[in-house]
């Protein structure tokens, strides 16, 4: 059974960093693109930084400049490096597997972490 289990969140003062992990574990044949996605109180999902297997990156315009994705295909591992952390980036912080499969026929399927809490004080 797929799981992907995110970790290092936490409280920091504005101006700060943290590292987030994402460790897909289970049988993994490929996964396609990652992503880190966040959902601040009463807003909506939005897509923070996805990472395609082949490294090519896409970030949101309010983190461009700030975070940085990375993965780890061997490891099946995602990252996110917040850097100058605002207020505004308070949310929970959800890692995203899409089109993951488990064997080499399988067309895919998207999973979701169970999401680690991002909180950034003035």
């Known amino acids: 059974q797929v799981q992907l289990v995110e970790s290092g969140g936490g409280l920091v003062q504005a101006g700060g960093s943290l590292r987030l992990s994402c460790a897909a574990s289970?049988?993994?044949?490929?996964?396609?693109?990652m992503g880190w996605y966040r959902q601040a109180p009463g807003k909506q999902r939005e897509l923070v930084a996805a990472?395609?297997?082949?490294?090519?990156?896409n970030y949101a315009d309010p983190v461009k400049g700030r975070f940085t994705i990375s993965r780890d295909n061997a490891k099946n591992t995602l990252y996110l490096q917040m850097n100058s952390l605002k207020p505004d980036d308070t949310a929970v912080y959800y890692c995203?597997?899409?089109?993951?499969?488990?064997?080499?026929?399988?067309?895919?399927?998207?999973?979701w972490g169970q999401g680690t809490q991002v909180t950034i004080s003035s």
């Open positions: 995203h597997a899409e089109k993951l499969r488990i064997t080499w026929v399988d067309q895919g399927s998207d999973y």
């Open positions: 289970g049988h993994i044949f490929s996964i396609n693109v």
């Open positions: 990472i395609t297997s082949g490294g090519s990156t």
